[in-house]
């Protein structure tokens, strides 16, 4: 397994999010996460990447605890093995497209020419040629988002999280980012970790699991989310 959560607690104050949640991840394997919203199943995700630590058990990247790295190293992994995508896409408004691909890349120490080059070539690759020196406000939803997926991925990730990834797109523009994110996805190898409430879009993943109440259960046939 590339990725693990073994009994994993966190609270938000006095608030507990996740009570024992356990979810284990294979290289390659597309997983989708779902359940009501305040289930946990975002709180999950950002302990599986490093970015909350839980306040008891443990998650495991690559056989290696990274809830006990500290916050330099768990970054250095998050920019260097993890790519993400987020509901809004969160692009930097001030960047180019371009740009904001190359972002990780920079961040990374990557030579500006070569991580421009590479983040057009993924531009190209997701049907938004031509479109590198347009900022976020002179594209559409779905091409935001698809920018975000370029960003996600340029990296070359061995994990893409992605949380409510066409949650801010209509029906049919979603259905064109996960045919992406998912092609994409295997055609490199990533493990994907997809947070949704929505069953057109777990349909996606290899495998469905379930998030009520901090708990992880897997999806049963005829069960409702």
Known sequence: ????????????????????????VAAGEIVAVMGPSGSGKSTLLHCLAGILVPDAGEVLFAEQRLDALGE??????????????????????????????????????????????????????????????????????????????????VTGPEVLFADEPTGALDSLTGEQVMDLLTANAREHGTTVVLVTHEPRVAAYADREVIVRDGLVTPLTLGATP
């Open 1 to 24: 397994m590339i990725l693990e959560a073994r009994d994993v607690h966190f609270s938000f104050g006095s608030t507990p999010a996740l009570r024992g949640a356990n979810l284990a």
């Open 72 to 153: 330099v190293a768990r970054s250095t992994v998050r920019r260097d093995r993890f790519g993400f995508v987020f509901q809004f896409g969160q692009l930097v408004p001030e960047l180019s497209a371009e740009e904001n691909v190359a972002l990780p890349l920079l961040l990374g120490g990557a030579k500006r020419p070569t991580a421009l080059a590479r983040a057009r070539e993924w531009l190209v690759r997701l049907g938004l040629d031509g479109l590198g020196q347009r900022r976020s406000g002179e594209l559409s939803g779905g091409q935001e988002q698809r920018v975000a997926l370029a960003r996600g991925m």
